[in-house]
């Protein structure tokens, strides 16, 4: 009994690893976009995901936007364009969305509250988002990689604002 009970929990565990695995949203680095000054992070996040989504009407923010932005000017840009997003305001604390944006392969963007208390704010893009580990896109990283971090620092400095772009199924593949 003890050994069929362990094949059946080493058979789920196999099923289960591959989809976990593929949790990750794969940004081609092509579509990374790196921020400039004076610190377009918002808007490079924003344009990393509609690269990565093709959602052409949102190629070239970062070069039409030489200013800092916050949650209510992506947004705005978002709905002047109709496309169509998810948005949680900064202080909100579930993170149902970032789970969902990842399981869903949209990826999303995110919100880091302030180093210090009179500075601004920082904006990443999340590919991965577990129990254990949570993956960003940093815009300051000139490389381009994949950060990993603890999910419970990610979730100290994280501000609630979450944004996930919503592409229409023909505009993914």
């Known amino acids: 009994m003890t050994k069929r009970i362990r094949g059946l929990a080493l058979t789920v ?3 289960l690893l591959p ?5 990750e949203v794969n940004i081609d680095p092509g579509c990374r976009m790196k921020n400039r000054p004076p610190g377009r992070c918002g808007w490079c ?3 990393t995901l509609a690269r990565h989504h093709r959602i052409k009407v949102l190629f070239g923010l970062v070069e039409d936007h030489d200013s800092t932005s916050n949650p209510e000017d992506l947004t705005a840009v ?7 997003h998810r948005l949680q305001t900064r202080g909100d604390r579930d993170t149902t969305i ?5 399981a869903d ?3 999303a963007v995110v919100g880091f509250r302030p180093l210090q208390e009179a500075g601004g704010g920082h904006i990443v893009t999340l590919v991965d988002f577990t129990d254990d580990t949570v993956k960003v896109i940093d815009p300051n990283d000139q490389d381009g990689r994949v950060r990993t971090m603890k999910t419970d620092r990610f979730l100290h400095w994280w501000d609630g604002f ?5 592409p229409e199924r023909a505009a993914k593949k």
């Open 13 to 15: 565990a196999l099923l």
């Open 162 to 166: 979450t944004l996930v772009l919503q």
């Open 45 to 47: 996040a924003v344009e």
């Open 78 to 84: 978002l709905d002047s364009s109709k496309v169509r």
């Open 98 to 102: 970032l789970r969902s944006s990842c």
């Open 19 to 23: 989809g976990a695995a593929l949790a």
């Open 105 to 107: 392969s949209l990826g």
